[in-house]
């Protein structure tokens, strides 16, 4: 708990908002166009940090596996926060809304960032109980769905934060996906 509220104090330092502009809780969001994405406890984004979950326990696996799994996910945890503290950072909003389709993104909501690291501690728990295929083939499963679902997922997500390719983001942008 005191990972998920030191989250919370450094981004409201950084002047992020908990609910968002609107100042409204919601549990989800489905459309990636919407300005309410990223502002919602849960939006299509959260299955790239169950992903993320995934990922960490396969890392720490590798490189702490004598380590008792729940300090693994405590350090998990610090990784997941890391990473939204560095995400709602004006550098990385910035960055998204100039090389990928997340055109109006203007970072995540603190209730955002809370249900990612939720996410990512559901994924550490199903790469904890799966066996190793098993999650890979699930992380597989999740890219794909999130591709045909909004033309976006973690793999390109990174690709276009890195190497931006103008086709990619033109093909994102030819059809609004489903919502």
Do not use: C
């Not at 981004?11 to 549990?27: A, K, T």
């Not at 993320?52 to 405590?74: D, Q, S």
């Not at 190793?132 to 997922?153: K, M, S, T, Y």
């Amino acid at each position: 708990m005191a990972i998920f509220a030191g989250l919370a104090a450094i981004q409201l330092l950084m002047g992020r908002s908990f609910f968002g502009p609107d100042n409204m809780f919601g549990w989800w969001t489905s459309s990636i166009w919407s300005n309410e994405q990223s502002q919602r406890l849960a939006d299509p984004y959260s299955l790239s940090h169950i992903i993320h979950g995934l990922a960490f326990y396969a890392i720490l696996w590798l490189f702490a596996r004598k380590m008792p799994v729940w300090k693994r996910l405590l350090l998990a945890f610090l990784m997941e926060a890391g990473w939204e503290i560095l995400e709602n950072t004006s550098f990385i909003i910035e960055r998204y809304r100039a090389v990928t389709i997340s055109l109006g993104y203007y970072g995540d909501s603190i209730l955002n960032s809370l249900g990612d690291m939720l996410m990512m501690g559901i994924g550490f728990f199903l790469a904890y109980k799966l066996r190793p295929w098993q999650g890979i083939a699930f992380v597989f499963l999740l890219e794909i769905i999130l591709l045909f679902w909004v033309r976006d997922n973690l793999t390109i997500n990174i690709i276009m934060l890195i190497y931006p390719i103008e086709a990619i983001k033109n093909w994102q942008l030819m059809v609004t996906p489903m919502v």
